[in-house]
């Protein structure tokens, strides 16, 4: 279709919608926002009669790769450390994916606009379409990949483990709550546009260095689809930067989700892109380097700064603050720790890092030895049942840590770490802002003005209660985690899958008790507390070299 | 025929660094290269599949939305302010001892989602090109023409109303990502078709001195004849129950009003009025409304004869059909002016209201319930 009948054909689709007079859709998801005052914005202009013929083709190519991916056995070459992870990745993504479709009714109901409700119906079933494209390239993998434990239990394993958890709150972010938080602020200006960028372009082209092509190809696919979201977004925030009483909600929002959103996608995509790949060519770009071009560059600096000249508040103290763990801190690193120290727990196997790993990591990050190598070799060291028990109940210097409230991820930077007692209950957070995120913004007053609309913070948040005081076999044995002989565990920590004596059982963990910090932390008096949060604050957690 | 000539490379800048590649390393990671536990565990263990194996479908489609009843354990994470997050099950009135069991019988996943609509889109889009070429429209009556652009211009905006603030709005909120799915297919079928119709309206102005391309809004919005099917449409998206909102769409509207309009009158008068192309986007509009059909039935099949709810389920959907066959009867009643319009008048109201009604009550027959009495 050319531009110009393009541009008429769109107009001719404006006809379609008009004022009723009978009776009006009914509005079941709120928001504080107000959109009385706002000029229409049009988002990028999209035809369904262009559109599918479009998304077939997209299609087609993703299908001819995955064929040709199947003939050419792209598996003999494909690095198992990788792999892996994807059973992790591709477990949580295809949720998120979904409940953006979802999400679609909550900003329609939301923004008088029919020219952006055709661009979200568009969205909607561009969703759809990721989430299953991404479940059957998991049914690939499944299918052709030399270990399928963890693929062939993914959805129950996203649904009950430790680490779906984060992910499951990214994607629940979308779809409850005010309709203009989660469906635009969260959703779309901050998750698609923004962090898209690390998860479907960065992650693949590490994929691709790790013999596999087929990730590149879905997601770049995928991706191809997420500029048109990104208007629809950008649409939006222009309509509520008409009404000044909005602006406060978007400063709000914006704090909220940037945070959240770099605590979650840098955890997960940080840890795949940093510890699933074994490219360690010193030239290749470090996580933090991605995060540098694709996040603070092309995003924060191209998209989010210009939104001051509408006089928006823009949280540049956020935003540095957020390079400052991945640069500084070893946001990335210390997750990857956290993730390997409770591989009893996980639906994959987790690699040990090697001297050829600690070398590139010491040239990326100086100062990641000292704090992490010595770790990992006790991590190489207790990698085979029979002599030790897992590394996270053998004394190495790593204390466990404790869950952010709000984000999930563990509060692993520790000097920044909060303890407050918020709704009757102590409660841990990885910083401030996750702190003021659950005991400020979602709330239904914020900043002396009601908020009735604003979602609340519920569910067993911290997963590791759900254990306290089991013992571990049963809680492997009880989140489904072992393999079809009834004993051997799917998550390993390592890759040798030669030699049964080298796979972990269910004999092998037990009698050993598992815990719940946050059910310790309640269970202190306020001197004990006290003295663990100052405790907890200094601990560098790091291995000893002589352990 | 020229010798090709040699691209013409840059050498690379003056101390630029030598680019390096990561290099394929053979890894024997494909399936069977050994034998350990679970190494040739090659399905979704999670849930039933219907039969043996497990279609595609099923397994890109099953469990992606979680469920606290099934595999989710902490719960929902998030909360609307005075409600429950996720999914709550009390978002329609009615129950179900398994929701899961519900799997959509057209199997729509990413593939057949755009290769079933690009199809139509293709034929659609030669079918107008090839009229346009044959110059199909210049023996179009002057009354025809007034026919076709004010009440096939008028029933495009009954379909995007419905696609967009029934199907789009009710895909959020079912317990199971199955039947979200099968809502959200039907809802961009609506939407594809509304646009089909309105890009018709932009070829016929186009081509037709005496076709008014913007008649079909007075119609919609104040023609007598069309205010009892813009009132249903406008009350249905005003149904806050996903179940209700589908059910009193694509139970009643549609075999009422929407066959009676497409297949009980366009199909039926179009090409005795010297028009062969309207019939085929019509009928492409029939034919998604056979498919959303479908999974419309078996859903309601499955919640009628639900061994614990089934009765209190009969219950409200008769309830459901009490309150929205009037609406839908006389937004019927009020078309009818519509079928003396066209020089040839080949069937009847009558006839036409007849042959929708039969489909409509062996519809909900099926479905263990039955039709209200005409007041």
């Known amino acids: ?101 979802r999400a679609m009714p909550l900003a329609i109901d939301a923004v008088p606009n029919p020219q952006i409700h055709n661009g979200l119906a568009v969205q909607m079933i561009d969703e759809v379409r990721h989430s299953t494209i991404q479940m059957n390239l998991k049914r690939l993998y499944m299918n052709h990949y030399i270990d399928p434990a963890g693929f062939d239990i993914t959805e129950k394993a996203f649904a009950n483990s430790y680490c779906g958890t984060i992910g499951r709150q990214f994607g ?30 960065a992650m693949p082209s590490e994929a691709a260095a790790n013999g596999d092509y087929l990730l590149p190809t879905v997601f770049h696919s995928v991706q191809s689809d997420e500029s048109r979201h990104i208007s629809n977004g950008y649409s939006i925030l222009l309509m509520a930067l008409a009404d000044e ?108 890092m090697t001297d050829k790993d600690f070398e590139w990591f010491e040239d990326k990050y100086p100062g990641w030895y000292d704090q992490f190598g010595p770790w990992w070799e006790a991590y190489s060291r207790l990698a085979y049942p029979g002599k ?74 911290e997963w590791e209660t759900l254990y306290h005081g089991w013992d571990l076999a049963d809680v492997v044995s009880d989140l489904g985690y072992v393999r079809d002989d009834g004993q051997t565990l799917i998550p390993q920590p390592h890759l040798d899958l030669s030699d049964p004596k080298k796979l972990w059982k269910l004999n092998d963990l037990k009698g050993i008790e598992f815990g719940s910090p946050n059910v310790t932390l309640n269970n202190m008096t306020e001197e004990e507390r006290v003295a663990w949060a100052a405790s907890y604050r200094s601990n560098p957690n790091r291995t000893p070299a002589s352990v | 025929m020229n010798a090709p000539v040699q691209e013409k490379v840059d050498p690379a800048p003056k101390g630029a660094a030598q680019q390096s590649f990561p290099k394929p390393e053979f890894t024997g990671a494909e399936a069977g290269m050994q034998v350990f536990p679970s190494s040739t565990s090659r399905s979704y263990n999670y849930f039933k599949p219907q039969k043996m194996r497990a279609t595609v479908y099923e397994d890109v489609t099953t469990d992606v939305q979680p469920d606290p009843d099934r595999h989710l354990t902490q719960g929902w994470l998030y ?23 519900f799997f959509d019988p057209n199997e729509e996943w990413e593939q057949t989602i755009y290769r079933n609509n690009s199809n139509v889109v293709r034929q659609i889009e030669l079918n107008l090109q090839n009229a346009k070429d044959a110059g199909a429209y210049s023996h179009w009556s002057p009354t025809w023409t007034r026919f076709v652009a004010e009440n096939v211009g008028a029933w495009m905006h009954a379909e ?12 959020r909120s079912a317990p199971t990502n199955m039947i979200n799915n099968a809502i959200c297919v ?169 042959a929708a009604t039969l489909d409509f009550t062996t519809l909900i027959a099926e479905l263990g319930l039955t039709s209200p009495k005409e007041q």
């Open chain 2, 79 to 101: 909360g609307f302010a005075k409600s429950e997050g996720g999914y709550p099950q009390d978002w329609t009135a009615l129950q179900s001892s398994n929701w899961h069991a």
């Open chain 1, 172 to 201: 629940e972010g979308f779809i409850t709550g005010d309709a203009i938080t989660a469906a635009n602020v969260y959703l779309t200006l901050v998750a698609e546009t923004a962090f898209t960028n690390t998860l479907f372009v």
């Open chain 1, 1 to 101: 279709m050319s531009r110009q009948s393009l541009s008429k054909a769109h107009e001719k689709i404006t006809e379609l919608s008009w004022e009723p007079t009978f009776a009006t859709p009914a509005t079941r998801f709120g928001t504080d926002y107000k959109f009385d005052k706002s000029p229409k914005k049009d988002p990028l202009k999209q035809i369904l009669r262009s559109y599918f013929p479009m998304e077939e083709e997209k299609d087609n190519r993703v299908f001819g790769a995955m064929d040709g991916a199947i003939r050419g056995n792209m598996f003999r070459q494909v690095q198992e450390r990788w792999m892996e992870w994807q059973k992790l990745f591709l477990s949580i993504i295809p949720f998120p994916e979904i409940s953006a479709a």
């Open chain 1, 388 to 461: 030790n028990k897992p590394i996270t109940f053998e004394d190495v210097g790593y204390e466990y840590p404790h869950r952010c409230w709000t984000c999930m991820v563990p509060a692993l930077i520790r000097e920044d770490m909060v303890v407050e007692k918020v709704d009757d209950q102590w409660r841990t957070y990885c910083s401030e802002t996750c702190y003021w995120t659950d005991a400020k913004a979602f709330r239904p007053q914020y900043e002396g003005r009601d908020t009735p609309n604003m979602g609340r913070l519920t569910g067993k948040r």
């Open chain 1, 245 to 352: 009483d909005n602006r406060q909600l978007l400063e709000r929002d914006l704090r909220y989700a940037w945070w959240n959103n770099h605590c979650v996608v840098d955890a997960a995509i940080g840890t795949f892109i940093e510890y699933g790949t074994k490219d360690r060519r010193k030239d290749r770009d470090s996580y933090a380097e991605m995060w540098r071009r694709w996040i603070y560059d092309d995003y924060y600096r191209s998209y989010l700064i210009p939104l001051e000249k509408y006089g928006l508040v823009i949280p540049h103290d956020l935003v540095e603050a957020a390079w400052d763990r991945i640069y500084n801190k070893h946001y990335v690193h210390r997750v990857a720790q956290f993730f390997a120290t409770g591989w009893p727990v996980a639906y994959w196997r987790i690699d040990a």
């Open chain 2, 186 to 354: 039907n809802s961009v079928h609506r939407l594809r078709f509304a646009q089909d119709l309105a890009l018709y309206n932009l070829d016929l102005s186009e081509s037709l001195e005496a076709f008014d391309g913007k008649v079909h809004r007075e119609t919609w919005r104040n023609n007598p004849s069309w205010q009892g099917v813009r009132e249903n449409v406008e009350r249905l998206t005003a149904i806050g129950d996903w179940a209700e909102a589908v059910f009193a769409t694509n139970v009643v509207f549609e075999p009422l009003v929407g066959v009676l309009f497409r297949s009980d009158l366009m199909m039926q008068i179009a090409a005795r009025n010297g028009d062969y192309i309207t019939p085929t986007l019509i009928g492409a509009g029939e034919n998604d409304y056979n498919r959303d059909l479908r999974y419309t039935r078996a859903l309601f099949s499955m919640l009628t004869k639900d061994a614990e709810h089934g009765e209190a389920n009969r219950a409200i959907m008769q309830g459901w059909l009490d309150k929205w066959v009037p609406v839908s009867r006389h937004a019927a009643y009020e078309l009818q002016p519509i079928w003396s319009q066209p020089a040839e008048r080949t069937v009847t109201f009558a006839e036409s209201f007849a």
């Open chain 2, 160 to 171: 995007q109303g419905l696609g967009m603030h029934v199907f789009v709005s009710a895909q």
